[in-house]
């Protein structure tokens, strides 16, 4: 077997982590900090921005499993728990079961920070957070993505409350106006990317419907003439047996156009929840058409702060920049911290080409 150092191709940012939970201000006083995660990525301004997804909790009292949720009126309400209840499963550090009902651990929202250097990254003075507003978020928004098109940045989201899991999509222009424009993709859909242009005079997105019993988590890619309404859904990647991304597969940001094809880098775990990272190249013309797959993942978690933490053995992305042959990448490190690591395009692309019958 190879070992995992041989084929990870991430050079990893020698500050990371970049961000821990400390480094941020709680949303308000009687909140916790948990997790940073999972980072949407954009340039705006003449800097580099992240839209961190923060996952935030009260303290919690020895004995006693608390966690926040919008109520109906779009307060912040605290459900606690008995942890001796034997009604209640919080094997999971990051979903708890009772009665039957999931919850989860945490609540999230998205908080803006930004850097000139692409490690140093600060909150800046004069925007929000992106909270969850409706019943539809009633347990936050999570793992965010953002894209450029036309001067306007367009965020797919994870919606996420008892009614399920579903993508939410907002427009802004300057980071301070949002117009939200709901639900795109009904539950259980998550892992929302959409292309930064037009193929064939129609918008493309890669998404991720989970199906319970016949399919999987597989990656699905549909259409759009308006990026609203979507159709024409067609399946990319299932996971594969007995491999690195045998339970789970999800895209990651918005797929890099190069001459080869569309770069997707997305991400795969095994039924032991270890999250690692892999490329798809996509056929230029028709992305619906797989023209390679990373047989062996490109980035797996290695590193102490990726290891060992809220939820450990997990790289997770959902953004970066590229600058020529270079993909600054910022993933969410064990679901706690946040990190960067710069990947070379064309050894991605080397690596796909030699291993193009692995679908
Ligand atoms: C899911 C999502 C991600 C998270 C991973 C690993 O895919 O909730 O936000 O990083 O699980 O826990």
């Avoid at 940073?36 to 935030?56: Q, S, T, Y």
């Avoid at 919008?70 to 009604?87: C, H, M, R």
């Avoid at 990656?219 to 990026?227: F, G, K, N, R």
């Amino acid at each position: 077997m190879i070992t995992a150092k041989a084929l990870d191709l991430a050079k990893r940012l020698d500050q990371n982590p970049l961000l821990k939970p400390a480094d941020i201000r709680p949303s308000n006083a009687s909140m916790k900090i948990e997790c940073l995660l999972n980072p949407g990525v954009f340039r705006f301004d003449n800097k580099i921005w992240m839209l961190l997804r923060v996952a935030e909790r009260p303290e919690q009292k020895e004995n006693q499993v608390s966690f926040p949720l919008y109520n109906d009126k779009g307060e912040i309400e605290i459900l606690s728990f008995d942890k001796t209840d034997p009604d209640l499963d919080f094997t999971d550090p990051r979903v708890i079961q009772y009665k039957g009902r999931d919850y989860l651990t945490t609540l999230s929202h998205l908080r803006l920070v930004c850097s000139d250097d692409g490690r140093k990254f600060y909150e800046p003075k004069g925007y929000s957070p992106v909270f969850g507003t409706n019943k539809l978020e009633a347990y936050g928004i999570e793992d965010c993505r953002v894209v450029e098109i036309d001067a306007t940045y367009y965020l797919t989201y994870t919606m996420v409350s008892h009614l399920g899991v579903g993508v939410g999509l907002i427009k802004t222009n300057d980071w301070k106006k949002f117009d939200r424009a709901g639900m795109i993709f009904p539950p259980h859909n998550k892992d929302c990317a959409i292309f930064g242009e037009k193929i064939n005079g129609k918008y493309y997105a890669l998404h991720r419907p989970s199906s319970p019993q016949l399919g999987g988590n597989y990656i699905w890619i549909a259409e759009s003439p308006d990026l609203h309404h979507w159709g024409n859904h067609k399946c990319l990647a299932t996971t594969r047996q007995d491999m690195w991304d045998s339970a789970r597969v999800g895209s990651g940001a918005a797929p890099i156009k190069t001459e080869q094809g569309w770069l997707e880098i997305y991400h795969g775990a095994n039924d032991e929840h270890r999250y690692c990272l892999g490329a798809l190249l996509l056929d230029l013309k028709d992305p619906s058409r797989v023209i390679a797959r990373s047989e062996k993942p490109i980035m797996e978690p290695t590193a102490e702060y990726e290891r060992v933490g809220f939820f450990g053995n997990v790289v997770f992305t959902n953004g970066h920049y590229v600058d020529g042959d270079t993909i600054h990448l910022y993933y969410g490190a064990s679901d706690e911290v946040i990190c960067g690591a710069d990947f070379s395009i064309g050894e991605i692309l080397n690596s796909l080409l030699k291993q193009k019958r692995c679908l």
